[in-house]
Antibody, heavy 114, light 110 residues
Framework: QVQLQESGPGLVKPSQTLSLTCTVS??????????WSWIRQHPGKGLEWIGY???????YYNPSLKSRVTISVDTSKNQFSLKLSSVTAADTAVYYC??????WGQGTLVTVSS | QTVVTQEPSLTVSPGGTVTLTCASS?????????PNWFQQKPGQAPRALIY???NKHSWTPARFSGSLLGGKAALTLSGVQPEDEAEYYC??????????FGGGTKLTVL
């Protein structure tokens, strides 16, 4: 059974870069055939797909966030990561990592505040 | 800007049947949009229920079913249980793996 766990700071200052890591267990990122996603949910709101990275390294980013987002993968650690730059209060959300959209992490709340 | 629309809220009685729908601003939803459905309870991560219109995951209860209905994707719950009270989200794919979530339907079991 694949499990995913997000980790990273819960508080980020405005204009700084939000950095999160997703650690995958029960399966290998490099085994192929899946895309590894970041999805967020603003407080009390719906889901927003941030982007994903394919096992091959190709990426897709939501056009509304594309200029600020980088998703990368570290197969040696079986992890993939999210960086979101120049954050504002509007980036305060629960951030989820997922394999395809079938298996999800529990989510981590990131608050942007000084 | 592609918009995926769901009913904001629905209410169903225990044991009843309810259908949630998912519409696309681009037109009729077909199997080529690979509709997915998710259930989310307060304080929990979304849980995948249905993929590619009507396929169930191994953990999806039999009372949940997916289909296409009148140009929309649909999720039907038959024999609703109190524990089915939750927010339900659909996801449609627009080319490759570019997915857009619907705004969610809050299902109340009353």
């Amino acid at each position: 059974q694949v499990q995913l766990q997000e980790s990273g700071p819960g508080l980020v200052k405005p204009s700084q870069t939000l950095s999160l890591t997703c650690t995958v267990s029960g399966g290998s990122i490099s085994s192929g055939g899946y895309y590894w996603s970041w999805i967020r949910q603003h407080p009390g709101k719906g889901l927003e797909w941030i982007g994903y990275i394919y096992y091959s390294g190709s990426t897709y980013y939501n056009p509304s966030l594309k200029s600020r987002v980088t998703i990368s993968v570290d197969t040696s650690k079986n992890q993939f990561s999210l960086k979101l730059s120049s954050v504002t209060a509007a980036d305060t959300a629960v951030y989820y990592c997922a394999r395809d959209v079938d298996y999800w992490g529990q989510g981590t709340l990131v608050t942007v505040s000084s | 800007q592609t918009v995926v629309t769901q009913e904001p809220s629905l209410t169903v009685s225990p044991g009843g049947t309810v259908t949630l729908t998912c519409a696309s601003s681009t037109g009729a939803v077909t199997s080529g949009y690979y509709p997915n459905w998710f259930q989310q309870k307060p304080g929990q991560a979304p849980r995948a229920l249905i993929y590619s219109t009507s396929n169930k995951h191994s953990w999806t209860p039999a009372r949940f079913s997916g289909s296409l209905l009148g140009g929309k994707a649909a999720l039907t719950l038959s024999g609703v249980q109190p524990e089915d009270e939750a927010e339900y989200y659909c996801l449609l794919y627009y080319g490759g793996a570019r997915g857009v979530f619907g705004g969610g339907t809050k299902l109340t079991v009353l």
